[in-house]
Nanobody, 121 residues
Framework: QVQLVESGGGLVQPGGSLNLSCAAS????????MAWYRQAPGKQRELVAT???????NYADSVTGRFTISRDNANNTVYLKMNSLKVEDTAVYYC???????????????WGRGTQVTVSS
């Protein structure tokens, strides 16, 4: 099995910053894309940012210019640096990845349990 554990969430004032991280562990042969999603109360889960296996990032329009996604392939970790946070960024943030457990296994999508980010004055 592959486990994803997020950390770094918390309470921050509008305009502030937070850094999220997500480490993948377990039986891992290879990891493909990694991404962050978020879900606010009463809303559908939405894609925030993706970083492809080659390192190219992609962002939702709502966070472009404020959030930066990066990854450490040696440690199977993905990061999300969030600047200029707004009240509407408040949500539970989840990391996801597509990973293979062995050379013979299929690519499987995994989710972390999430970390709460609250932006409030």
């Amino acid at each position: 099995q592959v486990q994803l554990v997020e950390s770094g969430g918390g309470l921050v004032q509008p305009g502030g910053s937070l850094n999220l991280s997500c480490a993948a562990s377990g039986s891992i042969f290879s990891i493909n894309d990694m991404a962050w999603y978020r879900q606010a109360p009463g809303k559908q889960r939405e894609l925030v940012a993706t970083i492809y296996s080659g390192g190219r990032p992609n962002y939702a329009d709502s966070v472009t210019g404020r959030f930066t996604i990066s990854r450490d392939n040696a440690n199977n970790t993905v990061y999300l640096k969030m600047n200029s946070l707004k009240v509407e960024d408040t949500a539970v943030y989840y990391c996801t990845t597509d990973a293979r457990r062995s050379s013979k296994s299929i690519m499987t999508h995994y989710w972390g349990r999430g970390t709460q980010v609250t932006v409030s004055s």
